[in-house]
């Protein structure tokens, strides 16, 4: 079957406007009623209701168990979305504070595609990254890629980081975890809900607690709805044509 034209029923999502025109741009035809469409191109996160409706059309969503094809678990799209959301990590704490990350003390807690990719972005700015992961794998690779490395059991022990990035998405920094940061401290949460941190307890001690999630979309839009556009259309050529 040959995919030849597309709409977009949720354009409310800027990246989908870049999308759309990476598409367009490739010789794909955009048309305003979804009947004329071959394809159908959905936000990231997609939602139920917005496959309503969409019966006999291919779809394209980001994140979620639907019907269709989640670009969202294309490896090239995670790589390159990693490298986005570390940039927009940088970005944000730059908003966020008056201190330098050349020679600062990091600590990047998780160490999947985005940790990673944040890693090296920080370290070619100069600071002192420590990771904390679990897995015998990740600490050996933290250590080939120059950072320091301690386990989640190493968190309660009192320590003077200057920031914390967090990528594992359920809640590490309980009571003891939060103790044991400096006073001031800058907390960046990048994980997905439910999120890192004890927030309640976090504010109460006053640490700068920053939710930097959906980063991608907050800083490099265009970026990221072209890869959206580029990661459609590579699933085009290699299962379509």
Known sequence: MKLKSFTIPYLTDE???YAK???????YSYKESLAEADFVVLPI???KYMFENLEGKTVFYGAG???GFDYNKIKSFLL????LTSEGAIALYKENSNMSIYNAKVLITGYGRIAQALHKALSALGADVTVCSRSRESAALSRF???NHITFDQLKYKNNYDIVFNTVPHIIFTKPELDALSSDVTLIDLASFPGGVDTLY???KGIKLID???LPSRYSKKSAGLLIGKTIHQIIKEDFS
């Open 65 to 67: 168990d639907f019907k």
């Open 202 to 204: 976090a504010k109460s």
């Open 80 to 83: 390159e979305n990693a490298f």
């Open 212 to 214: 930097g999630k959906r």
């Open 21 to 27: 025109q990476y598409l367009v741009e490739q010789g």
């Open 15 to 17: 990246r989908l406007e």
């Open 145 to 147: 890629n120059s950072a």
């Open 45 to 47: 996160p997609a939602k």
